[in-house]
Protein backbone atom coordinates (compact mmCIF):
# COMPACT_ATOMS: atom_id res chain seq x y z
CA UNK A 1 0.00 0.00 0.00
CA UNK A 2 1.70 3.48 -1.27
CA UNK A 3 -0.06 5.87 1.44
CA UNK A 4 -1.32 5.26 4.53
CA UNK A 5 -4.94 5.86 3.27
CA UNK A 6 -6.30 4.85 0.06
CA UNK A 7 -9.50 5.37 -1.38
CA UNK A 8 -11.46 1.83 -2.22
CA UNK A 9 -14.07 2.68 -4.79
CA UNK A 10 -12.49 0.92 -7.51
CA UNK A 11 -12.68 -2.20 -5.12
CA UNK A 12 -16.52 -2.74 -5.69
CA UNK A 13 -17.31 -0.79 -2.02
CA UNK A 14 -19.08 1.72 -4.20
CA UNK A 15 -18.21 5.41 -5.09
CA UNK A 16 -19.08 6.70 -1.90
CA UNK A 17 -16.54 4.21 -0.51
CA UNK A 18 -14.29 3.72 2.00
CA UNK A 19 -11.09 5.00 3.40
CA UNK A 20 -7.97 2.06 4.46
CA UNK A 21 -5.99 2.55 6.97
CA UNK A 22 -3.44 0.33 7.20
CA UNK A 23 -5.73 -1.89 9.91
CA UNK A 24 -9.32 -0.07 9.33
CA UNK A 25 -12.05 0.75 6.68
CA UNK A 26 -12.94 3.92 7.23
CA UNK A 27 -16.50 5.03 6.34
CA UNK A 28 -16.88 8.71 6.61
CA UNK A 29 -20.99 10.25 6.83
CA UNK A 30 -19.93 12.72 4.75
CA UNK A 31 -19.19 10.55 1.84
CA UNK A 32 -22.72 8.97 2.08
CA UNK A 33 -24.60 12.78 2.15
CA UNK A 34 -24.45 14.05 5.91
CA UNK A 35 -24.20 17.54 6.26
CA UNK A 36 -23.84 19.48 9.58
CA UNK A 37 -25.71 21.77 9.45
CA UNK A 38 -28.45 21.45 11.80
CA UNK A 39 -31.43 21.21 9.53
CA UNK A 40 -30.68 18.24 7.47
CA UNK A 41 -32.05 14.64 8.19
CA UNK A 42 -28.85 12.42 8.55
CA UNK A 43 -30.47 9.06 9.26
CA UNK A 44 -30.07 8.19 5.93
CA UNK A 45 -26.34 8.72 5.22
CA UNK A 46 -25.99 7.51 8.62
CA UNK A 47 -27.12 4.19 7.78
CA UNK A 48 -25.75 3.80 4.66
CA UNK A 49 -22.58 4.36 6.14
CA UNK A 50 -23.14 1.85 9.03
CA UNK A 51 -24.36 -0.75 6.60
CA UNK A 52 -21.06 -0.54 4.65
CA UNK A 53 -19.04 -0.36 7.90
CA UNK A 54 -21.12 -4.02 9.35
CA UNK A 55 -20.79 -5.62 5.89
CA UNK A 56 -17.21 -5.04 5.87
CA UNK A 57 -14.73 -7.91 7.50
CA UNK A 58 -12.03 -7.22 9.79
CA UNK A 59 -12.46 -3.33 11.53
CA UNK A 60 -14.17 -1.23 10.16
CA UNK A 61 -15.54 2.35 11.31
CA UNK A 62 -18.21 5.19 11.02
CA UNK A 63 -16.91 8.26 11.29
CA UNK A 64 -18.73 11.44 12.34
CA UNK A 65 -16.20 14.52 11.69
CA UNK A 66 -16.16 17.79 13.83
CA UNK A 67 -17.85 20.43 11.95
CA UNK A 68 -15.82 22.61 9.62
CA UNK A 69 -13.46 21.64 7.44
CA UNK A 70 -15.54 20.59 4.63
CA UNK A 71 -17.90 19.31 6.55
CA UNK A 72 -20.99 22.19 6.83
CA UNK A 73 -22.02 24.41 9.12
CA UNK A 74 -21.62 24.82 13.11
CA UNK A 75 -24.74 23.60 13.69
CA UNK A 76 -24.48 19.28 13.95
CA UNK A 77 -25.45 16.49 12.45
CA UNK A 78 -29.23 16.15 12.72
CA UNK A 79 -30.29 12.81 13.21
CA UNK A 80 -33.85 11.28 13.42
CA UNK A 81 -34.37 8.20 15.01
CA UNK A 82 -31.71 5.36 13.66
CA UNK A 83 -30.94 1.19 14.61
CA UNK A 84 -27.68 0.15 13.66
CA UNK A 85 -28.22 -3.40 13.41
CA UNK A 86 -26.15 -6.07 13.58
CA UNK A 87 -25.27 -8.96 13.31
CA UNK A 88 -21.93 -7.40 11.79
CA UNK A 89 -18.96 -9.57 9.82
CA UNK A 90 -16.43 -7.59 11.55
CA UNK A 91 -15.64 -5.25 14.85
CA UNK A 92 -17.22 -1.72 14.10
CA UNK A 93 -16.49 1.41 16.09
CA UNK A 94 -18.91 4.72 15.79
CA UNK A 95 -16.21 7.42 15.94
CA UNK A 96 -18.00 10.72 16.94
CA UNK A 97 -16.18 13.91 16.93
CA UNK A 98 -18.93 16.72 16.16
CA UNK A 99 -22.30 17.27 17.81
CA UNK A 100 -25.41 14.68 16.74
CA UNK A 101 -28.54 15.99 17.76
CA UNK A 102 -31.78 14.72 18.14
CA UNK A 103 -34.87 16.09 16.72
CA UNK A 104 -36.55 18.56 18.64
CA UNK A 105 -39.79 17.55 20.60
CA UNK A 106 -41.89 14.46 20.26
CA UNK A 107 -43.18 13.86 16.88
CA UNK A 108 -40.39 12.53 15.23
CA UNK A 109 -40.27 9.57 17.15
CA UNK A 110 -43.63 8.37 17.04
CA UNK A 111 -43.41 4.48 16.76
CA UNK A 112 -39.69 4.85 18.31
CA UNK A 113 -38.88 3.90 22.17
CA UNK A 114 -35.17 5.32 21.05
CA UNK A 115 -33.38 7.45 19.00
CA UNK A 116 -30.40 5.34 18.38
CA UNK A 117 -30.31 1.98 18.62
CA UNK A 118 -27.67 -0.35 18.61
CA UNK A 119 -28.84 -3.81 18.49
CA UNK A 120 -27.91 -7.73 17.54
CA UNK A 121 -23.93 -6.55 17.30
CA UNK A 122 -20.84 -8.31 18.85
CA UNK A 123 -18.00 -6.06 18.96
CA UNK A 124 -19.04 -2.88 18.94
CA UNK A 125 -16.82 0.89 19.78
CA UNK A 126 -18.58 4.34 20.28
CA UNK A 127 -15.80 6.91 21.00
CA UNK A 128 -14.63 9.77 19.29
CA UNK A 129 -14.45 12.64 22.07
CA UNK A 130 -17.82 13.98 20.64
CA UNK A 131 -21.70 14.65 22.04
CA UNK A 132 -25.05 13.00 21.44
CA UNK A 133 -27.42 16.04 22.38
CA UNK A 134 -31.02 15.00 22.98
CA UNK A 135 -32.78 18.21 23.19
CA UNK A 136 -34.50 17.38 26.17
CA UNK A 137 -35.53 20.79 27.33
CA UNK A 138 -37.74 20.60 24.36
CA UNK A 139 -39.71 17.91 25.45
CA UNK A 140 -39.76 17.13 29.20
CA UNK A 141 -42.70 19.10 29.63
CA UNK A 142 -44.38 16.50 27.65
CA UNK A 143 -43.34 13.90 29.99
CA UNK A 144 -46.10 12.69 32.39
CA UNK A 145 -44.13 9.28 33.59
CA UNK A 146 -43.26 10.34 36.92
CA UNK A 147 -47.02 10.68 37.97
CA UNK A 148 -48.47 8.28 35.96
CA UNK A 149 -47.72 4.87 35.83
CA UNK A 150 -49.20 3.77 32.75
CA UNK A 151 -47.47 6.32 30.75
CA UNK A 152 -45.84 6.24 27.21
CA UNK A 153 -42.23 6.79 28.05
CA UNK A 154 -40.15 9.77 25.73
CA UNK A 155 -37.23 8.13 23.87
CA UNK A 156 -34.42 7.02 25.47
CA UNK A 157 -31.02 8.62 23.62
CA UNK A 158 -28.53 5.66 23.23
CA UNK A 159 -29.86 2.11 23.59
CA UNK A 160 -27.31 -1.47 23.73
CA UNK A 161 -29.77 -3.83 23.07
CA UNK A 162 -28.67 -7.72 22.63
CA UNK A 163 -25.13 -6.20 21.95
CA UNK A 164 -22.40 -7.97 23.28
CA UNK A 165 -18.34 -6.90 23.66
CA UNK A 166 -19.10 -3.33 23.24
CA UNK A 167 -17.34 -0.16 24.68
CA UNK A 168 -18.86 3.26 24.91
CA UNK A 169 -16.13 5.76 25.79
CA UNK A 170 -14.45 9.31 25.49
CA UNK A 171 -18.04 10.96 24.48
CA UNK A 172 -20.53 12.99 26.10
CA UNK A 173 -24.35 12.63 26.49
CA UNK A 174 -26.45 15.38 27.14
CA UNK A 175 -30.29 16.49 27.66
CA UNK A 176 -31.81 13.24 26.99
CA UNK A 177 -35.48 12.98 26.67
CA UNK A 178 -35.39 9.86 28.65
CA UNK A 179 -32.82 7.30 30.06
CA UNK A 180 -29.30 8.82 28.64
CA UNK A 181 -28.11 5.13 28.21
CA UNK A 182 -29.69 1.60 28.04
CA UNK A 183 -28.14 -1.93 27.99
CA UNK A 184 -30.85 -3.98 27.66
CA UNK A 185 -29.97 -7.91 27.43
CA UNK A 186 -26.67 -7.36 26.53
CA UNK A 187 -23.64 -8.85 27.78
CA UNK A 188 -19.72 -7.32 28.42
CA UNK A 189 -20.81 -4.11 28.21
CA UNK A 190 -18.07 -1.06 29.21
CA UNK A 191 -18.84 2.42 29.91
CA UNK A 192 -16.32 4.54 30.72
CA UNK A 193 -15.17 8.18 30.98
CA UNK A 194 -18.32 9.57 29.53
CA UNK A 195 -19.93 12.45 30.58
CA UNK A 196 -23.62 12.64 31.08
CA UNK A 197 -25.72 15.83 31.96
CA UNK A 198 -28.90 17.16 32.47
CA UNK A 199 -30.65 19.68 34.70
CA UNK A 200 -31.34 18.16 37.92
CA UNK A 201 -35.09 19.35 37.58
CA UNK A 202 -35.13 17.02 34.14
CA UNK A 203 -37.79 14.63 34.46
CA UNK A 204 -36.46 10.79 34.04
CA UNK A 205 -33.44 11.32 33.02
CA UNK A 206 -31.55 8.50 34.09
CA UNK A 207 -27.53 8.16 33.33
CA UNK A 208 -27.20 4.53 32.79
CA UNK A 209 -30.34 2.12 32.88
CA UNK A 210 -29.25 -1.48 33.07
CA UNK A 211 -31.93 -4.35 32.59
CA UNK A 212 -30.90 -8.53 31.71
CA UNK A 213 -28.20 -7.71 31.41
CA UNK A 214 -24.73 -9.01 32.70
CA UNK A 215 -21.23 -8.15 33.01
CA UNK A 216 -21.51 -4.57 32.45
CA UNK A 217 -18.94 -2.38 33.87
CA UNK A 218 -19.16 1.58 35.21
CA UNK A 219 -15.93 3.35 34.96
CA UNK A 220 -14.59 6.78 35.65
CA UNK A 221 -18.27 8.36 34.71
CA UNK A 222 -19.65 11.15 35.38
CA UNK A 223 -23.10 11.98 35.79
CA UNK A 224 -25.21 14.84 36.71
CA UNK A 225 -28.67 14.50 35.68
CA UNK A 226 -32.31 14.94 37.37
CA UNK A 227 -32.74 11.23 37.98
CA UNK A 228 -30.37 8.56 39.11
CA UNK A 229 -26.98 8.51 38.20
CA UNK A 230 -27.03 4.45 37.41
CA UNK A 231 -30.47 2.46 37.93
CA UNK A 232 -30.13 -1.44 37.96
CA UNK A 233 -33.25 -3.04 36.78
CA UNK A 234 -34.39 -6.90 37.06
CA UNK A 235 -32.26 -9.74 35.72
CA UNK A 236 -29.04 -7.77 36.27
CA UNK A 237 -25.79 -9.64 37.33
CA UNK A 238 -21.97 -9.12 37.96
CA UNK A 239 -22.40 -5.62 37.78
CA UNK A 240 -19.55 -3.14 38.27
CA UNK A 241 -19.28 0.58 39.04
CA UNK A 242 -16.37 2.45 39.79
CA UNK A 243 -14.66 5.95 40.01
CA UNK A 244 -18.35 7.83 39.36
CA UNK A 245 -18.76 11.18 40.14
CA UNK A 246 -22.46 11.43 40.61
CA UNK A 247 -24.43 14.28 41.40
CA UNK A 248 -26.77 15.81 41.34
CA UNK A 249 -29.44 13.57 40.82
CA UNK A 250 -30.95 10.97 42.98
CA UNK A 251 -28.13 8.50 43.44
CA UNK A 252 -27.17 5.35 42.62
CA UNK A 253 -30.57 3.16 42.80
CA UNK A 254 -31.34 -0.65 42.69
CA UNK A 255 -34.79 -1.08 41.14
CA UNK A 256 -37.48 -0.08 41.01
CA UNK A 257 -38.38 -4.02 41.37
CA UNK A 258 -41.43 -6.14 41.82
CA UNK A 259 -43.93 -3.76 39.60
CA UNK A 260 -44.40 -6.80 37.73
CA UNK A 261 -44.65 -10.41 38.12
CA UNK A 262 -42.14 -12.74 37.37
CA UNK A 263 -39.09 -10.44 37.30
CA UNK A 264 -35.88 -11.94 37.07
CA UNK A 265 -33.22 -11.67 40.19
CA UNK A 266 -30.73 -8.99 40.49
CA UNK A 267 -27.55 -10.28 41.61
CA UNK A 268 -23.68 -9.71 42.38
CA UNK A 269 -23.95 -5.93 42.18
CA UNK A 270 -20.33 -3.84 43.02
CA UNK A 271 -20.64 -0.23 43.89
CA UNK A 272 -17.19 0.82 45.02
CA UNK A 273 -14.62 4.44 45.17
CA UNK A 274 -17.38 6.62 44.20
CA UNK A 275 -18.61 10.24 44.69
CA UNK A 276 -22.19 11.22 45.56
CA UNK A 277 -22.51 14.92 45.75
CA UNK A 278 -25.94 16.77 46.04
CA UNK A 279 -28.11 14.36 45.33
CA UNK A 280 -31.81 13.38 46.83
CA UNK A 281 -30.40 9.72 47.55
CA UNK A 282 -27.26 8.09 48.22
CA UNK A 283 -27.13 4.28 47.07
CA UNK A 284 -30.41 2.36 47.59
CA UNK A 285 -32.38 -0.68 46.85
CA UNK A 286 -36.15 0.43 45.62
CA UNK A 287 -38.86 -2.23 45.48
CA UNK A 288 -42.63 -1.34 44.96
CA UNK A 289 -44.96 -2.45 47.50
CA UNK A 290 -47.56 -4.80 47.68
CA UNK A 291 -47.38 -8.01 45.65
CA UNK A 292 -47.75 -11.84 47.25
CA UNK A 293 -44.95 -13.51 48.27
CA UNK A 294 -44.08 -16.74 46.12
CA UNK A 295 -41.10 -18.91 45.63
CA UNK A 296 -41.05 -16.84 41.84
CA UNK A 297 -40.85 -13.54 43.64
CA UNK A 298 -37.47 -11.97 42.67
CA UNK A 299 -34.47 -11.74 44.65
CA UNK A 300 -31.67 -9.16 45.21
CA UNK A 301 -28.78 -10.63 46.65
CA UNK A 302 -24.78 -9.96 46.34
CA UNK A 303 -24.43 -6.53 46.67
CA UNK A 304 -21.96 -4.48 48.12
CA UNK A 305 -21.84 -0.73 48.22
CA UNK A 306 -18.07 0.08 49.60
CA UNK A 307 -15.18 3.12 49.46
CA UNK A 308 -17.96 5.43 48.73
CA UNK A 309 -17.91 9.58 50.10
CA UNK A 310 -21.06 11.22 49.88
CA UNK A 311 -20.79 15.01 49.82
CA UNK A 312 -23.75 17.67 50.74
CA UNK A 313 -23.30 20.26 48.11
CA UNK A 314 -24.70 23.85 49.49
CA UNK A 315 -22.83 26.57 48.38
CA UNK A 316 -23.34 29.05 51.19
CA UNK A 317 -24.77 32.72 50.87
CA UNK A 318 -22.20 34.94 49.77
CA UNK A 319 -24.95 38.21 50.46
CA UNK A 320 -23.61 40.63 53.05
CA UNK A 321 -26.73 41.54 55.44
CA UNK A 322 -26.01 43.95 58.26
CA UNK A 323 -28.39 47.12 60.34
CA UNK A 324 -30.72 44.88 60.85
CA UNK A 325 -33.26 45.58 63.47
CA UNK A 326 -36.55 43.49 65.24
CA UNK A 327 -38.78 45.96 67.54
CA UNK A 328 -41.13 45.45 69.46
CA UNK A 329 -42.45 42.27 68.31
CA UNK A 330 -44.85 40.17 70.34
CA UNK A 331 -47.76 37.20 70.13
CA UNK A 332 -48.19 33.84 69.82
CA UNK A 333 -45.26 31.74 67.72
CA UNK A 334 -45.86 28.33 65.96
CA UNK A 335 -42.99 26.31 66.67
CA UNK A 336 -40.81 26.41 69.52
CA UNK A 337 -37.87 28.09 68.20
CA UNK A 338 -39.15 31.34 67.97
CA UNK A 339 -36.18 33.16 67.07
CA UNK A 340 -34.05 31.98 64.15
CA UNK A 341 -31.29 34.00 62.87
CA UNK A 342 -29.39 31.44 60.15
CA UNK A 343 -26.94 33.32 58.74
CA UNK A 344 -23.80 32.34 56.01
CA UNK A 345 -21.18 31.00 56.68
CA UNK A 346 -19.45 32.83 53.86
CA UNK A 347 -20.83 35.75 55.05
CA UNK A 348 -21.63 36.40 58.67
CA UNK A 349 -24.66 38.69 59.47
CA UNK A 350 -23.81 42.09 61.17
CA UNK A 351 -25.06 44.77 63.71
CA UNK A 352 -28.36 42.87 64.42
CA UNK A 353 -30.85 44.36 67.25
CA UNK A 354 -32.74 42.40 69.04
CA UNK A 355 -35.29 44.50 71.10
CA UNK A 356 -38.38 44.51 73.30
CA UNK A 357 -39.12 40.68 71.93
CA UNK A 358 -41.80 38.61 73.66
CA UNK A 359 -43.20 35.33 71.79
CA UNK A 360 -45.01 32.90 73.56
CA UNK A 361 -45.34 29.16 72.11
CA UNK A 362 -48.71 28.07 71.11
CA UNK A 363 -48.15 25.04 73.85
CA UNK A 364 -48.54 26.25 77.22
CA UNK A 365 -46.06 25.13 79.60
CA UNK A 366 -43.07 24.73 77.16
CA UNK A 367 -41.33 27.65 76.52
CA UNK A 368 -39.97 29.21 73.28
CA UNK A 369 -36.32 28.93 72.53
CA UNK A 370 -33.89 31.14 70.06
CA UNK A 371 -30.97 30.05 67.95
CA UNK A 372 -28.40 31.87 65.77
CA UNK A 373 -26.20 30.51 63.48
CA UNK A 374 -23.20 32.72 62.03
CA UNK A 375 -24.50 36.03 64.15
CA UNK A 376 -21.02 38.26 64.32
CA UNK A 377 -21.88 41.15 66.84
CA UNK A 378 -25.49 42.39 67.69
CA UNK A 379 -26.93 44.04 70.83
CA UNK A 380 -29.86 43.21 72.53
CA UNK A 381 -32.44 44.82 74.97
CA UNK A 382 -35.76 45.30 76.51
CA UNK A 383 -37.93 42.51 77.16
CA UNK A 384 -36.86 39.41 75.49
CA UNK A 385 -38.58 36.20 75.53
CA UNK A 386 -37.16 34.00 74.35
CA UNK A 387 -33.30 35.10 75.40
CA UNK A 388 -31.72 36.26 73.20
CA UNK A 389 -28.82 34.49 71.34
CA UNK A 390 -26.60 37.13 70.14
Not at 59 to 74: H, S, T
Not at 240 to 264: D, F, K, N, Q
Request: hydrophobic fraction near 40%; proline fraction near 5%; include cysteine.
Amino acid sequence: MASAAVRLAAQGLGATGATCTARQLVFDVRDFGAVADGQTDNSKAFERAWAKACAAPGRAAVVVPAAGGGGGGGGGYLLHPVVFRGPCKGFVEVRVAGVVRAPAGLDAFRGYHEWINFAGIDGLLVTGGGTFDGRGASSWHLNDCPWKPDCVPPPSSIKLGSVRNATITGVTSLDSKFFHVTIVGSHDVEVSHVSIRAPRDSPNTDGVHIQGSTGVRITDTAVATGDDCVSVGPGSADVTVSGMSCGPGHGISVGSLGRSPGEADVRRLRVSNCTIAGTANGVRIKTWRGGQWSSAAAAVSGLVFEDIVMRRERRPSVVRISDVKFRNIRGVSATQVAVKLSCSAASPCRGVELRDIDLRYVRRGVATVSRCANVAGGVAGGTLVPPPCI
